[in-house]
């Protein structure tokens, strides 16, 4: 299917997000975009480059976490002729290919100590040098950077350049997550339904059910809008009668009563005593042990503490979890909101 190229929303808070990225896209200054997986940084990261100055040269990607740390300096600055096993020809970088216009930088948190240092240079100078030379080239370049790491804890963990950081977040654009976009649920799996069934070739689209809205607006969406676009591509083509609303959805495609089981392994210590191995499933949860000064306190403890470990085992399916737990899709629904679990 084509890349998604358009922003489909009208929650404040998404909207938001988009007008920032306009305002900031006529400002020749680099920009961060932080988000979770699947909320859009790169249709914002291609809008900042579109809607800039820059919009009719080159705009090139590098998906760092793509890059092993041996190759992506090369893959920066280029690398002349020799200068390691197999580069048997002169070769320019990401940066030279930009010049001129915008490189957008995918997972900028991945990239090594040694690459944010040069990275940093290139930045604060406009100059690149090829590996195995020591000649520097002017470059124009934009940079435009995404992550989901939250940037400055990694620079007080000593894994990010401050410096770097300093350099790169003239602007901050945070896209809110799928949860947090209230409303956008709906329109956007209506988008993406009206979608696949023209694909298809279904002659109206018929809508959703209410029970499947109910399980769409329950769930968490971890993996945000990409996630609901499986989702919902999913049960479009599972559904066995067009002129009828979608009214069942699946939110995990592992679910299955044949799916492989994961087995306990256990491995022996050197004094012979067994061991658990990284395989081995999480020990069971214990409920409380010494005194209890308020019962009714304790049991909800506990029990918040089994509804949290099991969405986290369940990959915050609330199906699934359901179904782990003995319970009704309503159940762990009420018991979630009572715990504030439901968020």
């Known amino acids: 299917m084509e890349p998604e190229t358009q922003f489909i929303g009208q929650s404040a808070a998404f909207q ?12 020749d200054r680099p920009v961060l975009v932080i988000g979770e997986r699947g909320t ?16 009719d040269r080159p705009y090139v990607i590098l998906n760092c976490a793509a890059m092993p740390e041996t190759l992506i300096e090369s ?19 990401r940066f030279e290919e ?4 915008t490189l957008f930088l995918d997972e900028l948190a991945t990239m090594s100590m040694g690459a944010q240092e040069r990275l940093l240079r290139a930045v604060e100078y406009g100059e690149v040098t090829r590996v195995g030379s020591s000649r520097p080239i002017r470059v124009d370049v934009r940079i435009v950077a ?22 790169l977040s003239f602007e901050v654009i945070t896209l809110p997550p799928l949860r947090a976009r209230e409303g956008d649920i709906e ?8 979608r696949m069934a023209a694909i298809l070739g279904w002659e109206e689209w018929p809508g959703f059910g209410p029970r499947a809205l109910a399980a769409m607006e329950g ?39 044949w799916q492989p089981v994961v087995r306990q392994t256990q491995a022996r210590t050197e004094g012979g005593a067994p061991a658990a191995t990284a395989d081995a499933a999480p020990a069971p949860m214990a409920p409380p042990s010494g005194p209890v000064g308020d019962m009714r306190a304790a049991v909800d403890a506990y029990e918040r503490q089994i509804l949290s470990d099991t969405m986290a085992r369940c990959r ?8 782990a737990l003995g319970l009704s899709y309503d159940q762990i629904r009420h018991a979630l909101k009572k715990h504030g679990l439901n968020q």
């Open 16 to 27: 938001d997000a988009v007008e920032r990225a306009s305002l900031a896209a006529s400002l």
């Open 40 to 55: 859009g940084k790169e249709l914002i990261a291609e809008r900042l480059h579109r809607l800039s100055t820059r919009w």
């Open 75 to 93: 893959e920066l600055f280029g690398h002349e002729a020799g200068a390691f096993t197999g580069a048997t020809r002169t070769r320019a970088g």
């Open 98 to 101: 930009a010049d001129g216009g």
């Open 146 to 167: 995404a992550t989901n790491e939250h940037l400055p804890a990694l620079v007080d963990a000593g894994r990010f350049r401050a410096d770097l950081l300093d350099r």
């Open 187 to 194: 329109v956007l799996a209506t988008y993406f339904g009206q």
């Open 219 to 257: 769930h968490d969406w971890p993996g945000n809008v990409r996630e609901l676009r499986n989702v919902i591509e999913r049960a479009i083509y599972r559904w066995a009668d067009p002129e009828k609303p979608v009214d069942a959805v699946n939110f995990d495609p592992f679910a299955s009563p």
């Open 316 to 323: 915050f399916n609330q199906k699934v979890a359901a179904e």
